[in-house]
């Protein structure tokens, strides 16, 4: 069984940044083919994918909405991953979610991750 816990989220004028976390636990991340991703959910939308990372070759992909102002990186020794989100827009405005599943390939359905954590809210303000 895997935990994820989210934490860093919270309020933020337009323009500024976060960085969330994810702590991983239940397994060693760092030798297994897994990825981890993070997703959104805005109030009255669907959940949205963001971006993800390989545990072993640290390899990302991110959505086009935020390429080139998030950037996702991973401590092996921590079991964490993290997700520095820079130049933010009200529209960035979510609950957002990291996921785990097993393998390598990228992938931005929801529905493929196995693991959830519960969620850290970010509010951009205009």
């Known amino acids: 069984q895997v935990q994820l816990v989210e934490s860093g989220g919270g309020l933020v004028q337009a323009g500024g940044s976060l960085r969330l976390s994810c702590a991983a636990s239940g397994r060693t991340f760092s030798s297994v083919s897994m990825s981890m991703g993070w997703f959104r959910q805005a109030p009255g939308k669907e959940r949205e994918f963001v971006g993800r990372?390989?545990?072993?070759?640290?390899?990302?992909f991110y959505a086009d909405s935020v390429k080139g102002r998030f950037t996702i990186s991973r401590d092996n020794a921590k079991n964490t991953v993290y997700l520095k989100m820079n130049n933010l827009k009200p529209e960035d405005t979510a609950v957002y979610y990291c996921?785990?599943?097993?393998?390598?390939?990228?992938?931005?359905?929801?529905?493929?991750?196995?693991?959830w954590g519960q969620g850290t809210q970010v509010t951009v303000s205009s």
């Open positions: 996921a785990t599943r097993s393998g390598v390939r990228i992938t931005t359905t929801p529905k493929e991750y196995d693991y």
């Open positions: 990372i390989n545990w072993s070759g640290g390899n990302t």
